[in-house]
């Protein structure tokens, strides 16, 4: 049962390292730090990857700046309270990683497979350019109980077929991780620059309803 659980939510990534570890949380005595990670894409901008870490797993002192990072692991969510509403924090939940000077060439730089459940009706939209979107937020479980919950975006033929998507049905989907900057509305004149996280799908698989 717990590796079927594990096998419904798989990352690899792998970048240049452009942070020191921050400090995140701890569980039972076990520390959990931030790293974070620059991916290229195939254009020539970048996704910045956060990557939660156990300080188990690795040297959470030692400054890795400048080296590559190639992560196996999960997608992973959790609620923080801020400003008297929950936000929603995704991290990439390293379970083995390597500090390396040069990627290998058989690493994937970012791939992620999800399979899980619609929790909200998936909101088709176009840009003013004619471009075809949907959202798609999928709660996928974890052992014990838990789910996480991952906004995917998806894209022209396969936006047309997220928005047939009902509550509750079963989806698996294959893509990528990307960031994207956006403004946050501090107050009448004050902006705050934040990033989101969101899963950029390049094929789904509409399976059944619960």
């Known amino acids: 049962m717990t590796d079927k659980v594990f096998d419904n939510n798989q990352v690899s ?6 942070s020191e570890f ?3 949380h701890d569980v039972f005595g076990e520390g959990f730090y931030i790293l ?19 300080e188990r797993l690795i040297d959470v002192k030692q400054d890795y700046r400048g080296k590559f990072v190639e992560v196996i692991g999960q997608f992973r ?16 939940f390293a379970r083995e990683i390597k500090i390396v000077d040069e990627l290998s060439s058989d690493v994937k730089p970012n791939h992620i497979f ?6 909200k009706p998936p909101i088709y939209r176009k840009t003013p350019l004619g471009r075809e979107i949907a959202d798609v937020l999928l709660a996928v479980n974890r052992p014990y109980g838990k789910s996480d919950y991952i906004p995917c975006i998806c894209w022209g033929r396969n936006a047309r077929y997220a ?8 989806v698996q989907l294959w893509g990528r991780i990307q960031s994207r900057e956006y403004q946050k509305k501090i107050s009448e004149n004050e902006f705050e620059k934040r990033i989101a996280y969101e899963v950029s799908v390049s094929k ?3 399976l059944d309803e619960y």
């Open 13 to 18: 990534i792998a970048g240049e390292v452009i």
């Open 22 to 24: 921050t400090f995140s």
């Open 114 to 119: 999800l399979d899980g459940f619609v929790c």
């Open 36 to 54: 974070e990670a620059e991916v290229p894409r195939l254009s020539s901008s970048a996704d910045l990857i956060p990557i939660m870490v156990s």
């Open 204 to 206: 789904l698989e509409y």
């Open 163 to 170: 928005e047939t998507f009902n509550v509750g049905g079963h």
């Open 77 to 92: 969510s959790y609620n923080r309270h801020e400003e008297n509403r929950n936000k929603l924090v995704l991290s990439v």
